[in-house]
């Protein structure tokens, strides 16, 4: 038989709560402690009264430094703790704090007394509250039977005279209760049975031997040790961690403090922050590794390196937990279109990027401006791709890995745009994308960027005057949201054609955002019945934006269910890019169009470096007919502008300046022109150069005119011919083509 890292030992109730409240059994931070809810608490009296077994312990000979260890409640203990606590810390921590009567620690940092109420007559036990102190036939407070100043005769006495008082008691019942209270207090002696791990077993082991025997628990950590390391050797630093998270969760009046709409942390969330920032390493077992001081190419353990590592550690923490970087870096988040916690749908992209806004503000010292949108960037395009939502400690190890080589602030801007832009490809925008929106989960990240990009694009909710970054503040509270997610084909309009798959029904193309007021007006109307009804609120103009940043295609309250699904991803697709694109240029699609052009001004100063005329779209004006040539031409302007410094197009005007108008181009209306457009964009010079195209109408002399505005782009963009790509640059009111060698000359300048 193999050697055992365990000794069996017997213990009953009295001697274990004895043993805590000297300290010989005490609770590290290996596991977070906090207690079962009180009901539970109740449960476990019940069990021992009615004399059932309730578990064994797990204890683990200390063999850190003799300091190592938390203890149970909140009062000092007389000496440090010989054995802690592995398995069985909920039942013992809830057993002495209810024995002792002393507080426990919650979820939410805050202290409580447990109180469970006991019934002599019916031997019951419930959780103690006003009705169950007001009713004399309930102990309120078990725990005055275990007090050392109490007097158990005089207990049962005041018990009896204050329920003589409602009724009468009669002899048996009197020696029942007399029997029950008796039994109750004589709980002390409950039996125990512990195994104690051996002191040389390490922190490993522990782990592995509490998941083997407890695979319903929460499995011990790497973070969960780091942490225990910390209360060895840096105990005010856990307790600075905690402090912040216990602030983190309410606002405060009166002085700066971390809370925020966006994240209540907790401290091993905390400690990646640090740690990232100190070690620029995800994976906290090599963290674990080096905090014990030792060389992970020598396998040696030295004290002074221990020593060393942990000052980085600490000087990581106190920028970690910096109430200005904290702040202002939620600022990043706000600017990337996000507006609360219930928009983002995951913590660990959250943290990860405060990581990298750290080491970018306090090491490579990167302008705030520009980190801000930097990191904005960075939040969006992990957020709307779920970078971290699987394999999260993997994904942020190599990131990171990325950043250990870099040694300056451009450096840094260049990697983390880097990766971006490899991530935001032209198929991910038309295909991944679209195929992400293919869900029913409320909780799709795809979902919550459209919600982004509709703040960052000033968007107002659908057929509302409100904008949507307004009707998303978390500070507002009411009985009803200020905002609704409606079902744009009603579902029990869905019901009559024979769809109620929730599934179905509830696909996220299916939503959109309205006032909770004309969401209960729509009720189950047809999209057919009720859209015209809301649409009579506004101007056309104002409606076809709408309409375009809530992505429902032409003629979509018509459509069959299905295609409108279809469709409307492919839109919600393109306005999230859309929004995506303001964090690259700075502006959003109204402000762009603020900037008003006056058109008969323009026309008269003609062509130049940033404005180009062309008559037509598509149609050659001496044939009259579609011509793909036409079209090129107008693509191989528009990467030009892209390109170079940005430009203007006008469609409508000819190269003299001649008005001809779009007519001639045949569109059924501008919103079919505007669809063609970004058709041709897309296939031909890629998704994201939409991003940096904004195209919108006008009227010039009495011809109606497309105005396509180009900003500089952040990455190249090439025209597809074929099997051929070909680049396009401005020089002066020209087109000019490059040479492959030429091409990859300018790309090094301009984008590098």
């Not at 025997?213 to 910390?230: E, H, R, V, Y």
Request: charged share 25%; net charge negative.
């Amino acid at each position: 038989m193999s050697k055992t890292v365990f000794n069996k030992v017997d213990y009953d109730l009295d001697s274990l709560v004895m043993s805590i409240a000297i300290g010989d059994i005490g609770l590290p931070d290996i596991q977070r402690p906090f207690v079962w809810k009180n009901a539970k608490v109740r449960d476990l009296f019940d069990s021992m009264y009615k004399g059932y077994p309730v578990g064994y312990f797990l204890f683990w000979h200390n063999g850190l430094a003799a300091d190592s260890a938390r203890t149970i409640g909140t009062d000092n203990k007389q000496k440090p703790s010989r054995l802690v606590i592995v398995d069985g810390q909920q039942r013992l921590t809830s057993l002495y704090a209810v024995i002792k009567s002393v507080p426990v620690l919650r979820e939410n940092f805050e202290t409580e007394c447990i109180k469970i109420a006991f019934n002599p007559l019916e031997e019951k036990f419930e959780v103690s509250d006003a009705a169950i102190i007001r009713d004399k036939t309930f102990i309120p407070d078990i725990s005055v039977l275990w007090n050392d100043n109490t007097d158990l005769f005089e207990v049962v006495e005041n018990y009896l005279e204050g329920l003589n008082v409602s009724r009468e008691i009669t002899p048996e019942e009197n020696k029942a209760i007399k029997k029950s209270i008796s039994r109750l207090q004589g709980l002390l002696s409950f039996p125990f049975t512990a195994l104690e791990l051996l002191p040389d077993v390490n922190e490993e082991a522990v782990s592995d031997v509490f998941v083997r025997i407890n695979s319903k628990g929460t499995p011990l950590n790497q973070a969960d040790f780091i942490l225990t390391l910390m209360s060895v050797f840096w105990d005010e630093g856990r307790s600075e961690l905690e402090r912040f998270c216990r602030e983190s969760r309410k606002p405060s009046k009166d002085k700066a403090s971390p809370f925020n709409h966006f994240i209540d942390p907790s401290p091993d969330q905390l400690l990646r922050v640090a740690v990232g920032v100190a070690f620029k390493r995800a994976r906290l077992k090599y963290v674990y590794s080096i905090l014990r001081g030792k060389d992970l190419e020598t396998e040696k353990f030295s004290d002074e390196l221990r020593d060393k590592q942990f000052a980085l550690l600490k000087d990581a923490q106190s920028r970690t937990l910096n109430l200005q970087y904290w702040h202002d870096f939620m600022n990043c988040i706000r600017q990337a279109g996000f507006r609360s916690g219930k928009m983002i749908s995951s913590q660990n992209n959250l943290i990860f990027s405060y990581i990298l806004y750290l080491i970018g503000r306090t090491e490579y010292k990167v302008e705030e401006f520009a980190l801000r949108r930097l990191i904005a960037r960075w939040f969006f395009m992990s957020a709307v791709t779920g970078r971290f939502s699987s394999s999260p400690e993997s994904a942020m190890e190599f990131d990171l890995a990325q950043l250990r080589e870099v040694a300056s602030a451009e450096d840094f801007v260049k990697r983390l745009n880097h990766v971006c832009d490899i991530t935001l490809t032209n198929d991910f925008w038309n295909l991944t994308l679209p195929n992400d929106l293919a869900t029913s989960s409320p909780r799709s990240p795809s979902l919550f960027a459209y919600y982004a990009a509709l703040v960052l694009l000033d968007a107002r909710a659908l057929f509302s005057h409100s904008k949507v970054t307004d009707m998303l503040d978390p500070a507002i509270k009411a009985h009803k949201s200020a905002v609704e997610r409606h079902h744009l084909f009603p579902k029990g309009y869905l019901k009559k054609q024979g769809i109620t798959s929730v599934r179905d029904t509830n696909q996220i193309a299916n939503y959109a955002l309205v006032e909770w007021g004309d969401n209960i007006d729509i009720s189950d109307k047809s999209p057919a019945e009720y859209a015209p009804e809301m649409s009579e609120r506004f101007k056309q103009e104002r409606l076809e934006r709408m309409y375009r940043m809530h992505a429902l295609p032409s003629g979509w309250e018509h459509m069959n269910y299905r295609d409108f699904l279809e469709k409307r991803r492919e839109l919600m697709a393109k306005v999230i890019a859309e929004g995506y694109a303001t964090l690259l240029t700075g502006e959003a699609e109204e402000e762009l169009a603020k900037e008003e052009l006056d058109l008969s001004k323009v026309v008269m100063n003609g062509e130049s470096d940033d404005i180009e005329f062309k008559a037509s779209l598509r149609v050659n004006l001496h044939t009259g007919s579609k011509d793909p040539r036409i079209e090129h031409a107008v693509l191989k302007t528009l990467a030009a502008f892209l390109n170079t410094n940005g430009g203007t197009l006008l469609v409508g005007v000819s190269d003299d300046g001649t008005p001809v108008g779009i007519q001639v181009d045949g569109f059924e209306n501008d919103d079919k022109m505007s669809q063609h457009l970004v058709n041709i964009v897309k296939s031909r010079l890629g998704v994201s150069a939409m991003t940096n195209i904004h195209a919108r109408f006008d009227d010039h002399e009495d011809n109606r005119v497309m105005v396509i505005k180009c900003a500089k782009a952040p990455t190249p963009v090439f025209v597809k011919e074929g099997d051929r790509e070909r680049f396009f640059i401005r020089t002066g009111p020209a087109t000019t083509e490059l040479s492959p060698s030429q091409t990859q000359e300018y790309i090094k300048q301009r984008f590098n």
